[in-house]
């Protein structure tokens, strides 16, 4: 296959060298098990934790097979295999990559490449006998992957990297392994921004300026805090309820689907880098008494557009029954959301920081629900961030069209890893 461009190497700092160097003859961290390194974005954590895998694993071993991991396949590739292929292009190490299989071949050894999406994903880690492991964003895996990924490590001086952002406190990575690092024979190394020395500082405060409240927490200072109280604390009456500009360079729908409780529609107009909901639709089945069917909501859609062509319509992906409806009634351009909650929810609390999405003041349901949706609380104990599921239907349709629209750019933007450094 074609051979990755040349990896651009800058200066390591003195965390990225720990890592780099963890598992070599010197080190007084040669006898760990396991390397866990956590804190900010771009704090040039993966890197060295590539280079360092990569740099033992064919130091040490001959004919053996080796763990990639990922929170999914997408993820893998674009935040490891990418800066990996690079960094052995620079180092001059042939690889062979069998896209389709999804193994890569470098040297004598096998490395095996596994999204961590779900409960499930650890089925197909049975029946592998591996030397190490390397897994990214680790704090997005089902514990039972984890688990299974460390099992499946029973070779002779197996080791295994693990790197990840924050999450609550009471996350199993937290406390089953970060906690309890030093009886496991973990090395655990927190990382901030000024752990990267490629980051200008220009950069870095355009980093910090795009997170607040419990993202910042999280996704700067690289704290494992509790998501809390009202989720879009930096909502602001003030400043994100307007009365919205009518013409845009774009519109788009999006739509949360119920027939028993509340169905709501949204358009949306997009102006350069802003998004503003220019008008809702908002029907509660149980204060009026009465359920509509899919044929009269398409119908109440129909003259809640008028003259309006929206380029996407977005839609709750449950509702299979409703998009059928409304591509009958000719809106092909409909298409399913993408239900990614918590990335969503983060990307809407950006764009609302950073003064990029504005409510007309005519959505009157909308207003109410930033003011009354929350975390679960009760599933914080449980170490998961989730929404209470109550005055979350106008919340769910704006994270709809705000992550479905934008959702993988704003990925490239700052939720992945640069492939430069």
Known sequence: MKQAVAFKFKPFSLKQKKILTWWTEKSPYRDYDMVIADGSIRSGKTISMIDSFITWSLHTFSNQNFILAGKSMGALKRNVLRPMFQILATKGIPYRYHRSEHYIEIGTNTYYCFGANNEASQDVLQGLTAAGALADEVALFPESFVEQMIGRCSVEGSKIWMNCNPEGPYHYIK????????????????????????????????????????????????????????????????????????????????????????????????????????????????????????????????????????????LDPSAASFKAELRKKGFTQVRDADNDVINGIRLVANFLSTGRFFVDKSCKATVQEFGSYVWDPKAQERGEDKPLKQNDHAMDRNRYFIYSRFGKKAARAFGSKPAGW
């Open 175 to 314: 406390q089953d392994y970060i906690d309890k690092a030093k009886e496991k024979r973990i090395l655990y190394l927190h990382f901030t921004l000024d752990d990267n020395p490629a980051l200008s500082p220009k950069i870095k405060e355009r980093y910090k300026r795009l997170f607040s409240g419990l993202w910042y927490k999280r996704m700067i200072l690289g704290l494992w805090v509790l998501a809390e109280g009202v989720i879009y604390d930096m909502w602001d009456e003030n400043l994100h309820l307007i009365d919205c500009p009518q013409k845009h360079q774009e519109y788009g729908v999006a739509i949360d689907y119920a027939t028993a409780t509340v169905m709501t529609f949204g358009l949306y107009g997009i102006t350069g880098d802003k998004v503003y909901l220019l008008k809702e639709y908002y029907w509660d089945a149980k204060k009026t008494g009465r359920q509509k069917t899919d044929s009269e909501f398409a119908e109440d859609f129909k003259k809640f557009l008028g003259d309006i062509v929206p380029r996407f319509i977005y």
